[in-house]
């Protein structure tokens, strides 16, 4: 069993920035996805970032050039810097891992004012 810890979440102005922290507790094996999704109110959870093991990152286009994911994998731990926020970044922000089964953390808010 995997369980998923998020922190670093909180209220910013309009382009500054944040870093999420994802620590994960218990034993990932294997190949394994780790990422970042967002749910803003009234919306659809959607894909924010992710990162394999080897370190292949993916990202949603509305973040590319202004977020970057990384991980330790040491410390099973992933994080998402968060540069340039908007507005429309405002959401509730989910750690993701995914191995042979698909784990979810609990999530922290990211408010970003106009």
């Known amino acids: 069993q995997v369980q998923l810890e998020e922190s670093g979440g909180g209220l910013v102005q309009a382009g500054g920035s944040l870093r999420l922290s994802c620590a994960a507790s218990?034993?990932?094996?294997?190949?394994?996805?780790m990422g970042w999704y967002r749910q803003a109110p009234g919306k659809q959870r959607e894909l924010v970032a992710t990162?394999?093991?080897?370190?292949?990152?993916n990202y949603a286009d509305s973040v590319k050039g202004r977020f970057t994911i990384s991980r330790d994998n040491a410390k099973k731990t992933v994080y998402l810097q968060m540069n340039s926020l908007k507005p429309e970044d405002t959401a509730v922000y989910y750690c993701?891992?995914?191995?042979?089964?698909?784990?979810w953390g609990q999530g922290t808010q990211v408010t970003v004012s106009s």
């Open positions: 993701h891992v995914r191995t042979t089964y698909a784990y």
């Open positions: 218990g034993t990932i094996y294997g190949f394994n996805i």
């Open positions: 990162i394999t093991n080897s370190a292949t990152t």
